[in-house]
């Protein structure tokens, strides 16, 4: 017998209630339970940071999941009043709260959980303290979907709710349980075969439906929205969100599939999502990454899931809290150790340079050993065996012929180098550091590198050329500050330092020295950072010391801006140049979180992740690789013709030079020896002869768009296979055609971050 639909109510307040009448509220009386979870047990809400609790003007409970830095996933009936005006809701973790900027549905959820797609995004204003986003879906492990695989549900209960207890066991909070989410349970279930639900529910549908649970293990009202956890190889992995049941909770429930198109959707809202998914094969035996793709057909909507070239995204390599060890995180937040695990030495950073030839290198100071350790794109750790002076970080750059030079501090206190041959040199023929500072160094864009870094006993400013000689600069260094050096685009190299008096300056290739900008020291302690932009020039970065205290920009002319963001104590920001124009920086901020701030974005964006207090960003971009785009294709020279006004075009990807783009440093972006140009409102985008002019100016936006300013719109996709590419106006996430206005730059000209 075919039990009851119950979609898993929201838990109602009491404002609510009245003003549902008397029937909802005899209803909720006799059939809502006390507890989260039926056969839960109380949790610390902290060890599930993912999870959140909602609140809104016509419930006061359901549950959702961070599934990005500023992204809950949840059920759409829970919010499907707060679509139009979201400033009722609030999501809340185990330690914060937070209100809603904006809620999107899933535009096939008609209002009826049977007939599936009961999905919800809500953005958040900033990302919220003490969670961390879980990944959603597994579209290249078909086991994290199959019956019999170990799952977990989980949900809270509000004591002010009270009800009877039924199946569910004590709502006593477990020790030390955050006031924020009181009641939170979980409870471990089994995810169910299709043919045991279709024998609970008539009109399941195992496509976009997965079940979980059995009788006194299962969810109720109320906890609608929440998770179904998988782990997988150690990750936790939500798999389904809570939707419907039986009536009376005493068998299995229904949840809404994050797989297929329903997962596609949610990413096609947030790539972060897709970051997650981790790599999948591509023609040729490459290694692509998962893309959300969106097509119209006979006025529907279809989502899917496609294999495209690696994402970019953004990759950010720090120094954990508390533990100290190597982990990097993607765009959407999820954390993961580096090469298995390893320590970094306290009161140092590590540095990361994105390779010219794909990939990142990444090297730090090892913590016991003491000693320069490399990590490779393969996420191999090698040390190198050289010991390195203690409380000290190395400084590494990609050179433009492949490869990388590291610049570190030996244990005797003398700069060494380590070059792509593995070899470790002397730099200079043998230069002292000031105890306690670090070199930089810089390449030029047509080859060759610089260090600058504090001299041991005249604590000045040194150079050493690219012909490996030192040279005195003879101007005096701040105590315990290291400088930063930039190659820039029109040739030589840019330093700025905190002088003796903490004064940021800056040492020109001239050889003059000057004034960053007038009124403003930087933080005793701490180091300026500089980039040379693709567009030529330069920006400076520094925490502000003295009554400001903030973190401050200046550009090559001499504008200074007040980013209003407060650095921690002793550390410095790191800054860098974006392939498609401007900047990004980042920093650890006040509270301990790592920070960024991009000239494309306002403001400043929290990522929510913890740092080693003391410990400092590093941010590195480059250029090359192969452009993703809509449907999971990839975008193409048509017939590989070099031709002035050959139109392009998405086509399947195929890994050949009509394929290859490069982020110039001017902002084009560029294939066969030419510029792409925007052509006209009603001409495709095309290759042209590159002529300087606004027609081949792009930037990516904090959306994935790229947008030409002189006309104001972005590039679009229209349709499949070898179909011309346009401009177009711009248009927003909660669009349904967003998803052809997303492009995926080479993961090697993405900014990569590390604290």
Not at 229 to 257: I, L, Q, Y
Request: hydrophobic share 40%; charged share 10%.
């Amino acid at each position: 017998m075919f039990g009851k639909i119950t979609r898993r109510r929201p838990r109602w307040g009491l404002s609510a209630l009245l003003s549902a009448g008397a029937f909802a509220i005899s209803f909720l009386a006799g059939v809502t339970p006390a507890n989260a979870i039926v056969g839960g047990t109380p949790a610390n809400p902290a060890f599930f940071p993912y999870f959140v609790g909602l609140s809104g003007r016509t419930f006061s409970q359901c549950s959702g999941t961070v599934i990005a830095a500023r992204w809950v996933l949840t059920a759409a009936h829970c919010v499907s009043n707060d679509v139009t005006d979201p400033s009722l809701l609030t999501v809340t973790s185990s330690t914060a709260s937070s209100g809603v900027t904006e809620v999107i549905t899933n535009p096939l959820w008609d209002g009826e959980s049977d007939h599936t797609h009961d999905l919800a995004l809500l953005e958040l204003p900033a990302a919220l303290p003490g969670t961390l986003p879980i990944q959603v879906g597994a579209p290249w492990d078909s086991g994290a979907y199959a019956a019999g695989t170990s799952a977990t549900i989980m949900g809270f209960s509000p004591p002010l709710l009270a009800g009877p207890a039924g199946t569910r066991r004590s709502a006593a909070a477990a020790p030390g349980v955050p006031p924020l989410l009181p009641g939170f349970n979980t409870a471990p279930v089994s995810l169910d075969s299709d043919s045991e639900m279709e024998g609970i529910f008539s009109n399941w549908n195992p496509q976009l439906q997965i079940g979980a649970g059995a009788a006194g293990d299962t969810t109720c009202n109320g906890d609608s929205g929440g998770p179904l956890v998988v782990t997988r190889n150690g990750v936790p992995v939500e798999v389904g969100v809570v939707d419907f049941g039986t009536e009376t909770c005493s068998n299995a429930a229904g949840f809404e599939k994050l797989s297929g198109p329903q997962l596609a959707w949610v990413a096609s809202q947030v790539p972060a999502v897709a970051a997650g998914w981790g790599s999948c094969p591509i023609d040729g035996g490459a290694l692509g990454q998962g893309q959300a793709t969106w097509t119209p057909y006979l006025s529907h909507d279809l989502w899917a899931i496609a294999c495209a070239p690696a994402s970019p995204d953004y990759l950010m390599a720090f120094q954990d809290s508390p533990g100290g060890l190597l982990a990097e995180t993607s765009a959407g937040g999820r954390i993961r150790g580096v090469a298995n695990g390893l320590g970094i030495a306290p009161g140092t950073s590590p540095a990361v340079a994105a390779l010219s030839t794909g990939g990142r290198e990444i090297a730090f100071q090892a913590a016991g050993e003491d000693t320069l350790w490399t990590v490779t794109p393969d996420d191999i750790g090698h040390d190198t065996g050289v010991k390195m002076a203690a409380g000290t970080s190395p400084a590494i750059v990609a050179l433009a012929g492949g490869g990388y030079e590291i610049a570190f501090v030996n244990s005797d206190g003398f700069l060494r180098e380590l070059g792509p041959d593995g070899v470790v040199r002397w730099a200079a023929n043998g230069l002292g550091v000031a105890p306690g500072t670090s070199p930089a160094i810089a390449a030029a864009p047509l080859g060759g590198f610089e260090i600058a870094f504090q001299a041991l006993t005249e604590g000045t400013l040194w150079t050493v050329t690219p012909d490996n000689i030192g040279h005195d600069t003879g101007n005096q260094m701040a105590a315990g500050s290291s400088p930063a050096v930039a190659g820039l685009t029109n040739g030589g190299f840019e330093v700025v330092f905190a002088g003796q008096d903490n004064h940021p300056r800056e040492l020109e290739p001239t050889g003059t020295v000057g004034f960053v900008t007038a009124g403003l020291t930087v933080a005793p302690g701490t180091s300026p950072a500089i980039a040379a932009l693709s567009t030529g020039g330069y920006e400076i970065a520094f925490g502000a010391g003295g009554s400001s205290g903030t973190l401050w920009t200046v550009t090559d002319s001499g504008t200074a801006t007040d980013t209003g963001a407060y650095p921690a104590a002793n550390t410095s920001p790191a800054v860098t140049a974006l392939p498609a124009g401007g900047y990004a920086l980042a920093f650890q901020d006040i509270s301990g979180h790592l920070r960024t701030v991009s000239s494309f974005a306002s403001g400043t964006q929290d990522t929510g992740l913890t740092m080693t207090p003391g410990s400092s960003p590093s941010i590195t971009s480059a250029r090359v690789g192969t452009v993703g785009g809509f449907a999971g294709q990839c975008m193409d020279v048509a017939g590989a013709n070099p031709t002035n006004a050959t139109p392009a075009q998405l086509d399947t990807c195929n890994g050949t030079n009509a394929q290859t783009w490069t982020m110039a440093d001017d902002s084009t972006i560029r294939a066969l020896g030419k510029c792409l140009d925007v052509g006209g409102t009603s001409i495709p985008v095309r290759i042209w002869d590159c002529d300087g002019t606004g027609a081949q100016v792009w930037q990516l936006t904090a959306t994935g768009q790229l947008k030409n300013p002189q006309s104001g719109q972005c590039l679009s996709a229209t349709g499949g296979a070898s179909t011309p590419l346009y401009i177009a106006p711009c248009l927003n996430k909660a669009n349904r055609e967003f998803v052809t206005q997303v492009w995926y730059l080479p993961p090697e000209s993405s900014w990569n971050v590390m604290p």
